[in-house]
Each structure stands twice: as C-alpha cells, then as structure tokens.
Nanobody, 129 residues
C-alpha cells in the first residue's frame, strides 16, 4: 500500500511558476507508475502528467505540454510537477496518484483515473490574472 501527500500549491500570478511535490510512503514506491491530475471547480478530474516507475517514460496532457514537467526521485519516494508559465485556466486542486507497475501503462492508459489505485488529498493551485 502507498500513501500519498501533496504539497507546494499556492497563489501565483499568471506567467509564474510553482513546483508541486508528492511524498509517498511505503517501500514499494519505486514499483509504482505515478500521475498528476487536477480538478477545477465544477469540472471533472482531468489528467495532467504521468511518469513510469523508472522515470524513463513521461506523458502529458496537450494543455500543459511544454509548460509542465513531471519527475521522480525513487530514493526519496518523491514525485514532482514543475509548472511554468501558469495560466488562469490552470487553477485547480492538483492530485497525485499511483498505480502498480504491473498495470498496463502507456499513453492510452495513463490518462485514465480508473487505472490508479492510490490518491493523495490534493493541493490547491490558484493563478491570478
């Protein structure tokens, strides 16, 4: 079992940057594929980015490609989301999620919330215009 705790959210002006962190408990973290999702007010939760267990494969939603970067440090049980050039439409609660590496993981599956077993409580990101 993996427990996830996000941090790093806050208020930032449009064009600014934030770095979200996700701390994972458990000795098997390095065997999990990880994702970041977000949920804006009144909208469904949506895929932002994902990274496989080794960090060798990453996937991004078109809306954040070129602005956000997902990374992980398995030695520290951490996953990060570097967010640059933030826009008002990036305002949302951001969630970290994990799925065992045995679960099929590709561009066709990484976006699917149903593929992820474990979720954090979320961290709020607010972007002012």
């Amino acid at each position: 079992q993996v427990q996830l705790v996000e941090s790093g959210g806050g208020l930032v002006q449009a064009g600014g940057s934030l770095r979200l962190s996700c701390a994972a408990s458990g000795r098997t973290f390095s065997t999990y594929n990880m994702g970041w999702f977000r949920q804006a007010p009144g909208k469904a939760r949506e895929f932002v980015a994902a990274i496989n267990w080794s960090g060798g494969r990453t996937y991004y939603a078109d809306s954040v490609k070129g602005r956000f970067t997902i990374s992980r440090d398995n030695a520290k049980n951490m996953v990060y989301l570097q967010m640059n050039s933030l826009k008002p439409e990036d305002l949302a609660v951001y969630y970290c999620a994990g799925t065992p590496s045995a679960t099929p993981f590709s561009i066709a599956t990484a976006w699917d919330t149903k593929k992820y077993y474990y979720w954090g409580q979320g961290t709020q990101v607010t972007v002012s215009s």
